[in-house]
């Protein structure tokens, strides 16, 4: 129950940041949010994967959204939206198991401490990757293509390892 | 151990994939920096996670129990891996429950680091049980992948049931040629007075009764009441029972009969068993602790199986029923086959008594009128039941869950003081 809540906090907070901050297309963005808010409780309530699949995809279309109607300025705080969405998406995936069976005070506390292992982490990753996109190397078609195979080549390597 | 996959590695992956692909489609590293961190958890979970090795060895602290008694199962865990998360669910038989401790519970378990489980267990229901079922499922540490085992029990438990307190048992009218507790109705060598007789060549002086013979002026000797054993068949008819709320007319026979047996055991007594019902089981009288857990064996095994054929006591070996036994027979008196068979019994000559199990307490009156008279002819008709017995010179008690046994053992004594044999 626990985790579920915090789950739901956590994604309602990361629906209002850019609905409140945005300046153009508001109604989309909040229509957005408000979706991802209630797709997420659905999915809790139901203890269904699918619409929380969902819950969270939107939740980044929102953000992308947000960006679109933002400009061209690269938000130095996407890190800390990428934190926010990878906790939402541990703490809901928590809240999605069943809870008939007690959990020790050593799992519960070492699971915290991994929570907040991972968004320290996720700021890390995030801020590196933002580092590396903003070294000016350039832009061509060919990077482009380059790009997309890597990002096919990497889909297609956790695609290979989950088997 | 079963590997299977979760969905929120499914999930997670298609969200880094979705994000890489928007990024670039849209031209924003932000898209890049929100599914980077979902893309490296799918990564480090998929190459350190593997199989964890778990293994479980369960023990308990003793083989044999009382009805009631409580005792210790240990589940031992170890694993060649840490395992962040691994559920444990003790699989329990119906008549064994948990009196202390978790079930299920999620723990951590630490590369070779043993974990030791303990749990309680209350022994509900007499019977034999195979313990020690575990189910485990262990997660990697990124939960992308759940472990999978069931091991299968193999702690074998028997619960005995709970013996009643019993004062007194029902005498039987013969006794057989051996030592024993009974004081037989013959006379012979013995310590219970029996009669005076006059003297007769070859009797022993330390017989002669001084005080007799000076008053009436020639040698009478005391005769005496030999202790001898006696033969014992419990008769559990098992055709069929009534069950209610997790008690049953089984339960109380099998209780009844274990009581007895012991009893008569600790008498130097010899005691038979005849499961009659659906499958016919039986065991020759014996004597000793061995006998007496033979019969309780048996009466563990003893299970109510629907059997439409027609049985009666010709079914039963002739040695299994010894001449001059008493039997008593433990019963519902629900089946036809085992009312006749006890009146055939009767009329074989065998000393019978019967304590019916009583199925009334266990059956609903019901709430319409009909239902109610339904009931009502339905207690008439064990009570005419009851009286052709009676008439037969056996003796029939109602026992029923809540009243000591000791009291269907006096009404049984009570009648037999004053019934007489009676042919069929």
């Known amino acids: ?163 | 151990m079963t590997r299977s996959l979760s969905s929120k590695l499914t999930v997670y992956a298609g969200l880094a994939g979705l994000g890489l692909l928007a990024a670039l489609a849209a031209g924003r590293p932000e898209l890049a920096v929100m599914a980077a961190p979902f893309a490296f958890l799918v990564c480090a979970g998929l190459i350190l996670g593997g199989d964890p090795r778990v293994e479980v060895s369960v023990d308990l602290d003793r083989a044999r129990a009382l009805e009631g008694d409580e005792l210790t199962l240990r589940i031992v865990l170890r694993a060649a891996r840490t395992v962040s998360k691994l559920e444990a669910l003790l699989l329990l038989p119906p008549g064994l429950s948990l009196a202390e401790g978790e079930n299920p519970v999620a723990i951590r378990l630490p590369r070779d680091e043993p974990r030791t489980l303990e749990l309680r267990l209350r022994c509900e229901r007499w019977g034999g049980y195979v313990v020690g079922g575990v189910l485990i499922r262990a997660q990697d540490a990124f939960g992308f992948y759940a472990y999978d085992a069931r091991v299968e029990p193999d702690r074998e438990l028997k619960v005995f049931p709970r013996e009643e307190a019993l004062r007194g048992l029902i005498r039987p009218q013969e006794t057989q040629v051996f030592a024993g507790d009974e004081v037989s109705r013959r006379r012979g060598e013995g310590i219970e007075f029996a009669d005076l007789r006059q003297f007769a060549f070859g009797d022993p002086v330390r017989h002669v009764n001084w005080r007799a013979s000076a008053r009436r002026n020639q040698l009478w000797v005391n005769e005496r009441h030999p202790e001898r054993n006696t033969d014992v068949v419990i008769f559990l008819d098992t055709f069929t029972e009534v069950r209610r709320d997790g008690s049953s007319t089984l339960d109380l026979a099998v209780s009844a009969a274990a009581t007895l047996a012991s009893r008569y055991i600790r008498r130097r007594d010899r005691v038979g068993l005849v499961s009659f019902g659906g499958l016919l089981r039986w065991l020759r009288p014996g004597t000793g602790l061995v006998q007496l857990y033979r019969i309780i064996d048996a009466l563990l095994d003893t299970e109510i199986w629907l059997n439409y054929a027609w049985k009666d006591i010709d079914v039963v070996p002739a040695r299994t029923l010894p001449p001059q036994a008493l039997v008593i027979a433990v019963t519902p008196l629900l089946d036809e086959r085992s009312v006749r068979a006890l009146l055939d019994l009767r009329a074989r000559g065998f000393d019978l008594a019967v304590i019916e199990t009583s199925p009334v307490p266990f059956a609903d009156p019901g709430e319409s009128e009909v239902e109610r008279l339904a009931f009502r002819l339905w207690k008439l008709r064990r009570e005419a039941l009851r009286s052709r017995y009676h008439a037969a010179g056996v003796a029939v008690v109602e026992w029923g869950d809540g009243s000591p046994l000791e009291r269907a053992i006096q009404e049984v004594t009570a009648f037999r003081r004053h019934a007489r044999l009676a042919r069929v």
Do not use: C, K, N
Request: charged letters at 10%; glycine letters at 8%.
């Open chain 1, 1 to 163: 129950m626990i985790p579920a809540a915090a789950a739901l906090f956590a994604a309602a907070g990361l629906a209002l940041h850019p609905a409140l901050s945005a300046d153009r297309r508001v109604w989309l963005i909040a229509a957005l949010g408000g979706l991802a808010v209630v797709s997420l409780a659905w999915a809790l309530v139901m203890r269904w994967t699918t619409p929380l699949a969902w819950a969270l995809a939107l939740l980044g279309a929102e953000y992308a959204a947000w960006l679109a109607a933002r400009g061209v300025d690269v938000d130095t705080r996407a890190p800390l939206y990428a934190a926010g969405l990878l906790l939402t998406a541990e703490l809901a995936f928590d809240g999605l198991e069943r809870s008939v069976v007690r959990s020790d005070v050593e799992v519960v506390a070492r699971r915290g401490l991994q929570l907040a292992g991972f968004a320290v982490g996720a700021v890390a990753v995030g801020s590196v990757v933002l580092a590396a996109a903003t070294i000016p190397v350039g832009g061509s078609v060919a990077l482009t293509v380059l790009g997309v195979a890597a990002a096919t080549l990497a889909l297609a390597l956790i695609a290979r390892l989950a088997q």
